[in-house]
Structures are given as structure tokens and as C-alpha cells.
Nanobody
């Protein structure tokens, strides 16, 4: 059974930084595409960033481009989301997700339907 556990959320002032981690329970993590999504209060879940199995391909939502960086360490079975210059509108529950299907060497996806497993989420609150 695949489990994803997020950590690193918290309360930060606008302009601050946080780094989220997503630890996988199985070593086959290195074969998966990983995505980050978030759900703000009263809104639907939205795509933030994704990274392919090797870390060589990434893709970002326009709202986060230039401020957020997705990365991974396959030796540690962990994905990361570095968030800089945070804004109050970044306040949300952040989720990581795993795509276990091989779709190509550089494939990345913003489609949440393509992700098979999800973490429980970690709250990020940005105060103004």
C-alpha cells in the first residue's frame, strides 16, 4: 500500500518561505511522477507543480511560476516543494500526489485524474 506523508506546512508572514516535503512509503517512488496541488478555503483543488520520475522535467501553474520550485530525492523517496515570496492567496491545504503509470521519460501532468495516490495534506497559512 502506497502512503504519502506531507510535512513542512505552517504559518508564515507574507514574503516568507516554506519547504514542504512528501515522503513515500515504498522505494518504487523513483519510478513515479509527482505532483503538488492545493485547495484554498471555498475553492476547488488546483494544480501547483509537477516533476517527472528523474527530476529532469518540471511544470508549474502560472500562479506559482518563479516563486515555487519542485524537486525530488529518489534516494530518500521524498519530493519537495520550496515556496518563496509567499502571499496571503497561497493560503491552502497542500497535497502531494503520485502518478504510478509510466507515460514517457519526460512526461509531467497537471491533471489530477492521472494521479493514483494522495497524501493527507498539510496546511499553509500566509498572514498579511
Amino acid at each position: 500500500q502506497v502512503q504519502l506523508v506531507e510535512s513542512g506546512g505552517g504559518l508564515v508572514q507574507a514574503g516568507g518561505s516554506l519547504r514542504l516535503s512528501c515522503a513515500a512509503s515504498v522505494h518504487s517512488f523513483g519510478n513515479w511522477g509527482m505532483g503538488w496541488f492545493r485547495r484554498a478555503p471555498g475553492k476547488e483543488r488546483e494544480f501547483i507543480a509537477t516533476i517527472n520520475w528523474s527530476g529532469g522535467s518540471t511544470y508549474y501553474a502560472d500562479s506559482c511560476k518563479g516563486r515555487f520550485t519542485v524537486s525530488r530525492d529518489n534516494a530518500k523517496d521524498t519530493a519537495y516543494l520550496q515556496m518563496n515570496n509567499l502571499r496571503p492567496e497561497d493560503t491552502a491545504v497542500y497535497y502531494c500526489a503520485a502518478d504510478l503509470h509510466y507515460r514517457g521519460p519526460s512526461y509531467v501532468s497537471s491533471d489530477e485524474e492521472e494521479y493514483d495516490y494522495w497524501g493527507q495534506g498539510t496546511q499553509v497559512t500566509v498572514s498579511s
